[in-house]
């Protein structure tokens, strides 16, 4: 059976991108969650310790994923039934310095980090509670999916099949200069059990001069993000992205997300959504889902995996 959740709060007045700094509250560079019209499965949160010397989170509903986003390390002090754990997790010179250490923190979870560099947080509201786990950077599933221009690198500590959790699926993605991700573009909007899920999408973006190429002046790294409806529902995107944007798929044909020639591009992914598995299954749109048979003549790019 085909099940369409309709959410009457995503209408037309939806905002779809927000250019960095829009999303900056309560001492946080990003923070997004149910407070945002038209959201309720996903949220996440950018902290910078050069501006704050710790970030606070109290115990509520919400599960959580912790990591550092750039910096040497973060340490995440926790408390779950009156036991307070402390857990250093090592990060990494930027994004593009492959993985870093990950933490699952699950609901009813006091959180407080210090450390320097910057924390990313990716959350889903929760009902059942799971063991914190820690995750070292050697321990983080990579893999290079896609091929030719279409190769890109994912961080998959946050799939259901490496990670036990409620809601949320969460996963790392690395696109060289001048390659494509997401193609073809596809949907997971539309409840179809072990063919399609439901889950409302957020990316949220970082981009670099290219570690091959001599950094110029007057630099300004871009993306594209594209996407649009893929029924009566509102969804229409084409955009560039940069270093702290953040786009918001509630539903709809999403992709390519495409690396500007000279600029490599990362983008985080959080999806959560209201089906009874946790699953991630998608749709290719019917029109681009023949490019898939086209990687089986090329070679995946030699770039490829970005590593320290």
Not at 264 to 269: A, K, P, R
Not at 295 to 305: F, G, I, M, V
Request: hydrophobic share 35%; proline share 7%.
């Amino acid at each position: 059976m085909v099940e369409l959740i309709w959410d009457s709060r995503k209408t037309k007045s939806m905002n779809f991108f927000y250019p960095k700094g829009a999303l900056a509250k309560s001492g946080w560079d990003v923070i997004v969650d149910d407070k945002l019209a038209g959201w309720q499965h996903t949220g996440m949160r950018v902290g910078d310790f050069s501006k704050n010397k710790e970030f606070r989170i109290a115990s509520d509903k919400v599960e959580r994923l912790v990591w550092p986003l750039d910096g040497h390390s973060i340490t995440v002090q926790y408390t779950v039934d009156g036991k307070t754990t402390s857990q250093e997790l090592i990060g990494r010179e930027s994004v593009f310095h492959g993985p870093t250490d990950i933490l699952y923190l699950s609901i009813d979870t006091e959180i407080t980090i210090t450390g320097s560099g910057r924390v990313i947080i990716a959350e889903a509201p929760a009902k059942n509670s799971f063991p914190a786990k820690y995750i070292a950077k050697d321990r983080v599933p990579v893999v290079t999916r896609g091929a030719g221009p279409a190769s890109r690198q994912i961080h998959n500590f946050g799939v259901p099949e490496e990670l036990v959790a409620d809601r949320f699926i969460v996963v790392e993605v690395l696109v060289p200069d001048g390659n494509w991700s997401g193609s073809p573009a596809h949907k997971h909007d539309t409840y179809i059990p072990g063919k399609e899920s439901n889950l409302e999408e957020i990316y949220y973006f970082e981009a670099a001069v290219s570690r091959s190429i001599p950094t110029p002046e007057n630099i300004d790294p871009i993306g594209y993000f594209r996407g649009h409806s893929s029924d009566e529902r509102e969804f229409e995107l084409t955009t560039e992205v940069r270093s702290g944007d953040v786009v918001l798929v509630p539903h709809g044909w999403h992709g390519p997300v495409m690396a500007t020639p000279g600029y490599d591009l990362y983008f985080m992914n959080v999806m959560a959504g209201p089906d009874p598995d946790r699953s991630w299954n998608i749709t290719d749109d019917p029109s681009q889902a023949w490019i898939r048979e086209a990687w089986k003549s090329q070679k995946q790019d030699p770039r490829l995996p970005f590593r320290a």
